[in-house]
């Protein structure tokens, strides 16, 4: 029998609304060190987006705003778009798996959008949840090498 997503599955996920700000976002994400994605609600929990590291940079404009010594410069002009802009307006598209997929499937998913994580939703897509192709990789290795 195969696995499914809700066997690997782990309840802890980062979640941010869609009205926060970048500002606030980048802080709820960097204090709770969980993931690298966040997945961005509604009021009753349903998946709306996915607010990545990528989609933080594209709204800075990093390029035009460089790096000093290989740090991001954080001057006046970034903390404005930090507090001005909010999730709902970078954010991407929603990506996730369903608690009774197959492993195979979220995957597969994985590997199409290019994401080493991703959200688990219910049927009326709340986010319950969130799997890693770690998680994945290890159970796998533990189980013989077969997903």
Known sequence: MAKLVKDLMISEYDQV???ESIY?????????????????????????????????????????????RGRFF???????????KYVRDIMSAPISVHVDDEIEEAVNTMLDHGFYELPVVDKEE?????????????????EGGKV
Do not use: M, N, W
């Open 17 to 19: 609304p869609e009205e």
């Open 24 to 68: 606030g976002a980048v802080k709820k994400i960097t204090a709770s060190r969980r993931s690298k994605i966040a997945c961005v609600v509604d009021k009753e929990g349903r998946l709306k987006g996915l607010l990545t590291p990528r989609d933080i940079l594209e709204a800075l404009e990093v390029r035009k705003f460089g790096t000093i």
């Open 74 to 84: 954080v001057g006046p002009e970034v903390l404005h778009l930090l507090t001005s």
């Open 126 to 142: 709340r986010v319950i949840g969130e799997i890693s192709y770690f998680d994945i990789l290890v159970d796998s290795l533990e």
